[in-house]
Each structure stands twice: as C-alpha cells, then as structure tokens.
C-alpha cells in the first residue's frame, strides 16, 4: 500500500506543479481557462487520493498524529508531497 502512496504523491505534486505553474499562468495571461480546467479534474482526484491513502497507510507507517497532520498539509503546498516521500517514506 505504501507503494500506491508514494505513486500517489508524486502523481500529485507532478499535477500541483502543472496546474500552478501552467494552467494559472495561462488563464490569466493568455486569457485560456481549458489549461486549468484539463488540469484541475485529475489533480483533484490525486489530491482526494493522496489524502485518502495517508489514512490507509497512517497505522502502518506508525505517524504521530502531528506527522499525520503535516503529510496532509504537504498536499497544499508546492513541493510539499516530495518533501514527504523524502521524510516520512524513505525510512
């Protein structure tokens, strides 16, 4: 389980990036929503995903509460999911 996890959050982290630092982008500047709209959906079902497997596999990786708390806000921010495979996966 803890595999589909880290497939999960790099799957999730890779569509952040893209939808911030593409889709966004090119809504504003190129007066383009599609780029956000193709976007958003699959990165919405791996953010839902990631959260969702974090709890599966919580007693397994043995995460504090705290820990638990910080994987899941790692979601929000940019980077943060790699930071966590990096941290809590690679013990």
Avoid at 64 to 69: A, D, G, Q, Y
Wanted: glycine share 10%; charged share 20%; net charge positive.
């Amino acid at each position: 389980m803890t595999l589909i996890f880290r497939i999960t959050a790099f799957l999730e982290g890779i569509s952040y990036l893209l939808l911030l630092g593409v889709g966004v982008p090119l809504k504003y500047l190129a007066n383009d929503d599609s780029w956000v709209k193709g976007l958003g959906m699959p990165h919405g079902i791996l953010f839902v995903g990631y959260l969702v497997f974090a709890l599966v596999i919580k007693d397994e990786q043995k995460w504090t509460t705290r820990e638990f708390l910080l994987v899941g806000l790692a979601s929000v921010v940019p980077f943060g999911t790699f930071g966590v495979e990096k941290k809590y996966l690679r013990k």
